[in-house]
């Protein structure tokens, strides 16, 4: 399930953080299902928080 906090959405298997909810569901999603990340969900992830 994807976390929220601050009004960012992180993936809990890799702990990226996203601005936009759908991103941090399909990057939960690859990484649960593949234990890897994913180049084209992850450049959608927030640089720094």
């Known amino acids: 399930m994807v976390?929220?906090?601050n009004g960012l959405?992180?993936?809990d298997a890799?702990?990226?953080v996203y601005e936009?909810?759908?991103w941090a569901e399909k990057c939960e999603e690859w990484c649960s299902?593949?234990?890897s990340c994913n180049?084209?969900?992850i450049k959608h992830a927030k640089k720094s928080v």
Do not use: F, G, Q
Request: hydrophobic residues 30%; glycine residues 0%; positive net charge.
């Open 3 to 5: 976390s929220v906090k």
């Open 9 to 11: 959405y992180s993936c």
């Open 14 to 16: 890799c702990k990226l």
């Open 20 to 22: 936009e909810k759908r």
């Open 33 to 35: 299902a593949r234990h």
């Open 39 to 41: 180049v084209e969900i």
